[in-house]
């Protein structure tokens, strides 16, 4: 009776563990189906309300009249379709995210309170302290965007002045003159790309050693209140 009780027992158990497992593969299929759904809705959202801008931009410069294009440059306008519709189209991408992460993180604080209790919020405090530092590099990285942008139009509006009055200069022999002051202010530009790209590398850094200190001060926090720590909840942790 007892060897038969140990099988029967058995096969529940490697039965459950197929069925869970198939279960999980499921799971983890559908989700991948889903957001990548998603990912094809908004970016293609994006693009359509990109292109659609830029389209009425375009119509727009060309129905300006004379006055009116003397308070537009032709660099500012390619700036207008370009860069500023860029933006537009990242923010349509990234919108859902405002609601949709709301939910994810009381979802996963409530899981991860049952696993492992009020340890936590010593986790989220971690979180809470190193928001001033993403809050600073990401006000440093706001500022050289603006300056980029800046010389970005000061260098396309030159290049444009050059290319019309091509002749004059050629005239003259301004070449020398010209070349220098746009290299000036490419340099510039260049600078800020450079500070630009340092700032987003700090802060990139930063948001991706985030999550293992944050698991590392909870698991920690948490064996100090006397607490085992098991591979079930330390894995399970580990992927929320």
């Known amino acids: 009776i007892a060897s038969r009780s140990s099988n029967h027992l058995s096969s529940n158990f490697y039965q459950d563990g197929f069925i869970t497992a ?18 094809d809705s908004v ?25 009116g294009r003397q308070n537009f440059t032709t660099g500012e306008i390619v700036n207008y379709m370009q860069l500023d519709t860029s933006r537009i189209e990242n923010l349509a991408s990234s919108l859902h995210v405002v609601w949709d992460g709301i939910f994810q993180i009381v979802g996963y604080t409530i899981l991860l309170l049952h696993f492992l209790g009020p340890s936590v919020f010593a986790g989220i405090a971690t979180m809470i302290l190193l928001l001033p530092i993403n809050s600073y590099f990401l006000k440093r990285l706001s500022g050289f965007k603006t300056e980029n942008l800046k010389y ?7 290049t444009n002045e050059i290319l ?7 005239s003259y022999n301004w070449e020398t003159p ?15 790309l450079k500070s630009s790209a340092n700032s987003r590398a700090i802060l990139v ?3 991706s050693a985030a999550p293992a200190l944050v698991a590392v001060v909870t698991l920690a926090v948490y064996t100090l209140f006397n607490n085992v720590l098991s591979p079930v909840k330390v894995f399970t942790s580990l992927a929320l």
Do not use: C, W
């Not at 931009?57 to 006055?67: A, Q, T, V």
């Not at 970005?152 to 030159?158: A, C, E, G, I, N």
């Not at 010209?178 to 800020?192: P, Y």
């Open 43 to 67: 970016i293609t959202m994006g693009s359509s309300i990109k292109g659609a801008l830029s389209a009425a931009i375009y119509r727009k410069s060309l129905k300006l009249s004379p006055s």
């Open 22 to 39: 198939i279960l999980l593969y499921l799971s983890l299929n559908i989700k991948t189906i889903v957001e990548n759904l998603y990912f």
């Open 164 to 170: 019309q009055g091509i002749r004059a200069i050629k």
């Open 178 to 192: 010209f070349i220098t002051k746009l290299s000036n202010i490419r340099d510039k530009e260049l600078h800020a």
């Open 152 to 158: 970005t139009d000061l260098r396309v509006k030159l």
């Open 205 to 207: 850094s930063i948001l």
